[in-house]
């Protein structure tokens, strides 16, 4: 059985939960993460959710999301997502937003109520997304991502509207400094 960790509002663990019942139309504060990948042209990956997903089905969001398992360090839990859902390697991760948390409840009624770090990182091999995890996949420039969401919120996960007016400078940060090193 899959575990969710359980938080506070500082997101200090007090708990576990088990995964398909933590959501629901009252979900406890847990502990998730978000992951931003990027690529060597300055592009991040979007990714569309699956169809079948019992949250945001079919909605834009960042590149991979989940949560970490008890005693999972939260680099090991983005790494281990982006295998699931992409199929893919990741390196280079860093938090860029530890804080970040929301609340937000879909059409269907189900909460979220997340701890929710968000990530960066950079793509180390070919994607082979899950069709059960992602409908589609587009890599897209800061500035047009960021225009995207502000005309069409209503595409977007709600968590990546909120979080993309924090997370825009680190992305544009990273990139450049990739792009130094190159």
Same mark, same amino acid.
């Not at 506070?8 to 502990?31: E, F, N, Q, W, Y």
């Not at 945001?56 to 295998?83: F, I, K, L, Y």
């Not at 937003?97 to 990530?119: K, M, T, W």
């Not at 919120?153 to 825009?168: D, T």
């Given at each position: 059985?899959? $575990?969710?960790?359980? %938080?506070?509002?500082? @997101?200090?663990?007090?708990?576990? !939960?088990?995964? #398909?019942?933590? !959501? ?5 504060? #847990? /502990? ?17 959710? &699956?169809? @079948?997903?019992?949250? =945001? ?6 590149? &991979?999301?989940? !949560?970490?398992?008890? @005693? ?13 859902? $992409? ?13 970040? @948390? ?12 997340? !701890? ?17 995890? %992602?409908?589609? /996949? ?8 960021? &225009? ?5 919120? =209503?595409?977007?996960?709600?968590? $990546? *509207?909120?979080?993309?007016?924090? $997370?825009?400078? #680190? /992305?544009?940060? *990273? ?8």
């Amino acid at each position: 059985m899959e $575990l969710v960790v359980l %938080v506070d509002s500082d @997101g200090s663990a007090v708990g576990v !939960h088990p995964k #398909h019942s933590v !959501h629901s139309i009252s979900t406890p504060r #847990h /502990l998730a993460f978000s992951c931003h990948i990027i690529d060597d042209a300055g592009r991040v990956l979007m990714t569309r959710r &699956a169809l @079948g997903k019992s949250t =945001w089905p079919g909605v834009w969001t960042n590149s &991979a999301c989940g !949560h970490p398992m008890p @005693g999972e360090s939260m680099q090991d839990a983005v790494r281990r997502r982006v295998a699931f859902e $992409l199929g893919a390697v990741v390196d280079d991760i860093v938090c860029a937003l530890p804080d970040f @948390g929301y609340v937000a409840r879909d059409a269907s009624g189900i909460q979220e109520n997340e !701890h929710c770090p968000v990530f960066i990182a950079r793509i180390a091999s070919e994607l082979a997304p899950n069709p059960d995890e %992602v409908a589609e /996949l587009q890599w897209a420039e800061v500035g047009a991502l960021r &225009a995207a969401v502000d005309a069409t919120p =209503w595409a977007f996960s709600p968590w $990546l *509207v909120e979080h993309l007016p924090q $997370l825009a400078p #680190h /992305l544009s940060r *990273v990139i450049a400094e990739a792009d130094a090193r190159v």
